[in-house]
């Protein structure tokens, strides 16, 4: 993992607004909600409340983003990953794999729940 990786998901854990380079990470209070930007598109967002994980590459299927999201994954929702093949994303665990949709809301992590 990166080490703007790191200090990404330090400021999620600890719900604090953070910016180094091309990442942003905003926490709202009134929401309970932190969320991650990628050169100001929104890619993801965390319900510290639900736990629920919102996903997006927001159309920009780069190593960048998935990178970003895959530091996010093995943070909040250990065990899960984007991965690509053929030039399709899925969302996957140990146990299966699904289509990435942008926009999906990660709800558990065992079954791949998804809103």
Request: proline share 0%.
């Amino acid at each position: 993992m990166r080490k703007i990786e790191k200090q990404m998901n330090f400021a999620i854990s600890n719900k604090s607004n953070w910016s180094s380079s091309n990442t942003q990470v905003s926490y709202n209070e009134n929401t309970n909600c932190s969320s991650v930007y990628l050169h100001g598109h929104q890619i993801a967002t965390y319900d510290h409340n639900t736990l629920a994980l919102k996903l997006s590459s927001c159309g920009w299927a780069t190593v960048t983003t998935k990178s970003r999201l895959n530091a996010i994954l093995q943070e909040l929702k250990t065990g899960c990953s984007v991965f690509q093949r053929k030039f399709i994303w899925y969302l996957c665990n140990d146990r299966k794999f699904v289509d990435f949709v942008d926009g999906m809301i990660l709800l558990d992590t065992y079954s791949l729940e998804v809103a």
